[in-house]
Nanobody, 119 residues
Framework: QVQLVESGGDLVQPGGSLRLSCSSSEFTLSSRAMTWVRQAPGKGLEWVSSIGLANWDSKYADSVKGRFTIYRIDAKNTLYLQMNSLNSDDTAMYYC????????????RGRGTQVTVSP
């Protein structure tokens, strides 16, 4: 049963930006820490970023620190991942999941949204 829906992925040139969204009609995102993970072709899940109950409580993988920003707009029940200065290493399927960095629930992911960074 899919509760989380990711969107916003696209084909973008290196150096470009995208904003990913994660929403749910059945689950209140502000009630839990939330996480973004990604999976590149042929690779395992990679943790990208997590946010606690407050927007200031955010953590980032070293590979995206300074380029990505995670935040949540509770009134819209939506989690976002603003991605800037994209490069080819960011090409992956992106998923949101319930939980924080150390305890996110992989099975809570939605279908994901594809980000492709290419000239």
């Amino acid at each position: 049963q899919v509760q989380l829906v990711e969107s916003g992925g696209d084909l973008v040139q290196p150096g470009g930006s995208l904003r990913l969204s994660c929403s749910s009609s059945e689950f209140t995102l502000s009630s839990r820490a939330m996480t973004w993970v990604r999976q590149a072709p042929g690779k395992g899940l990679e943790w990208v970023s997590s946010i606690g109950l407050a927007n200031w409580d955010s953590k980032y993988a070293d590979s995206v620190k300074g380029r990505f920003t995670i935040y949540r707009i509770d009134a819209k029940n939506t989690l976002y991942l603003q991605m800037n200065s994209l490069n080819s290493d960011d090409t992956a399927m992106y998923y949101c999941a319930k939980g924080g960095r150390l305890n996110y629930e992989p099975d809570s992911r939605g279908r994901g949204t594809q980000v492709t960074v290419s000239p």
